[in-house]
């Protein structure tokens, strides 16, 4: 079992829809946690980042974390053809220095 | 403010060559740590420095890789005689403190083994 599990997708919806993202976890020790959007053949680019149970917003996007149920999601309102990505959901603790990424789910928004 | 930069974007290496990797960090960030995505995969860490040392390899290959963050200039991942399994792309990321946290990433470096 992965430390960290994603939906794939593909994901499709139509132009201004709300998309909800999510990943589930496995480890405790995971204290802190980060969306990336990754375009085709690019770097990831962090979106949000959270230490802490509940919800953060920024624009269209809310990261919202459950630690009681290991459930991490990421909103996104009024979607764009312009969001159309890979969005990668990525974990650490606060004994270590690396980050566990989830496989990625792929987001396709349709004009 | 520049991002994390990595270079060469492309790299292409023949079975038992040399691959060199650079990155440079994001200015005032002196943590740097490299990933490996293998094609439908994700991200999976591979090393951690600072300035001059190596905290965190646990991710590394234990023969061929290597990696080193000098005083002056950028890190460097290297990898001797490269086989086919390591076409990959390789990203760097880059943070201003310990811990993991806040980690940005540079646009990668696609090696490809011929």
């Known amino acids: 079992q992965k430390e960290v599990e994603q939906d794939p997708g593909p994901l499709s919806v139509p132009e201004g829809a709300i998309v909800s993202l999510n990943c589930t976890y496995s480890n405790s020790a995971f204290q802190y946690f980060m969306w990336y959007r990754q375009y085709s053949r690019k770097g990831p680019e962090l979106l949000m980042y959270t230490y802490s149970s509940g919800n953060k917003e920024d624009g269209r996007f809310t990261a919202q974390v459950d630690k009681s149920s290991k459930y991490i999601s990421l909103f996104i309102r009024d979607s764009q053809p312009s969001d159309s990505a890979t969005y990668l959901c990525?974990?650490?603790?606060?004994?270590?220095?690396?980050?566990?990424f989830g496989g990625g789910t792929r987001l396709m928004v349709k004009p | 403010n520049a991002g994390v930069m990595q270079n060469p974007r492309h790299l292409v290496r023949r079975r038992g060559q040399e691959a060199r990797l650079r990155c440079s960090p994001m200015?005032?960030?002196?943590?740097v740590y490299w990933y490996r995505q293998l094609p439908e995969e994700g991200l999976k860490f591979m090393v951690y420095?600072?300035?001059?040392?190596?905290?965190?390899e646990s991710g590394m290959p234990k023969e061929r890789f290597s990696a080193e963050f000098p005083k002056e200039g950028p890190s460097i991942l290297r990898i001797q005689q490269v086989v086919r399994g390591d076409s990959a792309a390789y990203f760097c990321?880059?943070?201003?403190?310990?811990?993991?946290?806040?980690?940005?990433f540079g646009p990668g470096t696609r090696l490809t083994v011929t």
């Open positions: 990525a974990m650490g603790s606060n004994a270590g220095n690396m980050l566990t």
């Open positions: 200015k005032g960030h002196s943590h």
């Open positions: 990321a880059s943070s201003p403190r310990a811990g993991g946290q806040e980690q940005y």
């Open positions: 420095l600072q300035k001059e040392n190596i905290i965190d």
